[in-house]
């Protein structure tokens, strides 16, 4: 049974680093083919993929974010990390990490019920 | 950056009549595509991958086509709880892209 968990700060202030872990079950990173991205939705807005990293270690970022995150995995702890700089109130969204194997479908088949984040100061 | 615009934007039906809802890409995306469904307050749930597969556990009346830069999800008769919004995704090019979506409403 495949799960996958947010979990970070509700509240962050205006220029701060927002860190969230994404602890999930059921697949190891380990293995072939296996790959964890994270994505976001502002409340009432559309999806926004952000980035992705690959069971070996290959990582993609959003091109308007990439100067802004940075996503590592600890494949022990079966835990993906993603790190967004210099947060600003637009960044208030609901941030989900999701499982991808390179194998059929190829799409986020597995989702975390999300965490939403608020930057305010 | 692919764009994918869905349209329309709502769409008011009801229960028992045939949805079409689109997506189209700013460029060809092949067969990369698929389509998501979120009810409020969860996670999207993938229902359409490579443009017509149906994903683990989703009904029939679920299915997609297309090709290139122009696809369809279509729900042949809508059940109550298929009332949601609908967004594609395309893997295609980096970075990912998803549509802006559309929402499917009781009329």
């Known amino acids: 049974q495949v799960t996958l968990r947010e979990s970070g700060p509700a509240l962050v202030k205006p220029t701060q680093t927002l860190t969230l872990t994404c602890t999930f079950s059921?697949?190891?990173?380990?293995?072939?083919?296996?790959?964890v991205s994270w994505i976001r939705q502002p409340p009432g807005k559309a999806l926004e993929w952000l980035a992705r990293?690959?069971?070996?270690?290959?990582?993609y970022y959003s091109t308007s974010l990439k100067t802004r995150l940075t996503i590592s995995k600890d494949t022990s702890k079966n835990q993906v990390v993603l790190t967004m700089t210099n947060m600003d109130p637009v960044d208030t969204a609901t941030y989900y990490c999701?499982?991808?194997?390179?194998?059929?479908?190829?799409?986020?088949?597995?989702w975390g019920q999300g965490t939403l984040v608020t930057v305010s100061s | 950056e692919i764009v994918l615009t869905q349209s329309p934007a709502t769409l008011s039906l009801s229960p028992g009549e045939r949805a079409t809802l689109s997506c189209r890409a700013s460029?060809?995306?092949?067969?990369?595509l698929a389509w998501y469904q979120q009810k409020p307050g969860q996670a999207p749930r993938l229902l359409i991958y490579d443009t017509s597969n149906r994903a683990t556990g989703i009904p029939a009346r679920f299915s997609g086509s297309g090709s290139g830069t122009d696809f369809t999800l279509t729900i042949s008769s809508l059940e109550p709880e298929d009332f949601a919004v609908y967004y594609c995704?395309?893997?295609?090019?980096?970075?990912?892209?998803f549509g802006q979506g559309t929402r499917l409403e009781i009329k």
């Open positions: 990293i690959d069971w070996d270690d290959d990582k």
């Open positions: 995704h395309q893997r295609s090019n980096w970075p990912l892209t």
């Open positions: 460029q060809s995306v092949s067969s990369y």
């Open positions: 059921g697949f190891s990173l380990s293995t072939g083919g296996m790959c």
């Open positions: 999701a499982r991808i194997r390179s194998v059929p479908p190829g799409y986020f088949d597995y």
